[in-house]
């Protein structure tokens, strides 16, 4: 069964930071590429980042600067190490694995990130 379970999210007052974590289990981590999505009230979910398998990365251009991900293979687990937040961060953030050679598609249930201003 696979599973991707988020953490590390809460509330932190503008400028502040967190570090979300993803644990994954159930598949080959490594087989997959890895991002973080958000999704705002109202709002479409959008990508955040993506790190593929040897670690290459992809930011939106809203968070580029910001925010850096990255993924411990050995571990299963990837990271979303977000700094100098804003209140347009606050949306609920969410796991994503896409298989590299095989049709997979999975998510996380998401974790909320709230900044105040």
């Known amino acids: 069964q696979v599973q991707l379970v988020e953490s590390g999210g809460g509330l932190v007052q503008a400028g502040g930071s967190l570090r979300l974590s993803c644990a994954a289990s159930?598949?080959?981590?490594?087989?997959?590429?890895m991002g973080w999505y958000r999704q705002a009230p109202g709002k479409e979910r959008e990508l955040v980042a993506r790190?593929?398998?040897?670690?290459?990365?992809t930011y939106a251009d809203s968070v580029k600067g910001r925010f850096t991900i990255s993924r411990d293979n050995a571990k299963n687990t990837m990271y979303l190490q977000m700094n100098s937040l804003k209140p347009e961060d606050t949306a609920v953030y969410y796991c994503?694995?896409?298989?590299?050679?095989?049709?997979?598609?999975?998510w996380g249930k998401g974790t909320l990130v709230t900044v105040s201003s």
């Open positions: 994503n694995a896409e298989g590299i050679l095989i049709a997979a598609n999975y």
């Open positions: 790190i593929g398998s040897s670690s290459s990365t």
């Open positions: 159930g598949i080959i981590f490594g087989f997959f590429v």
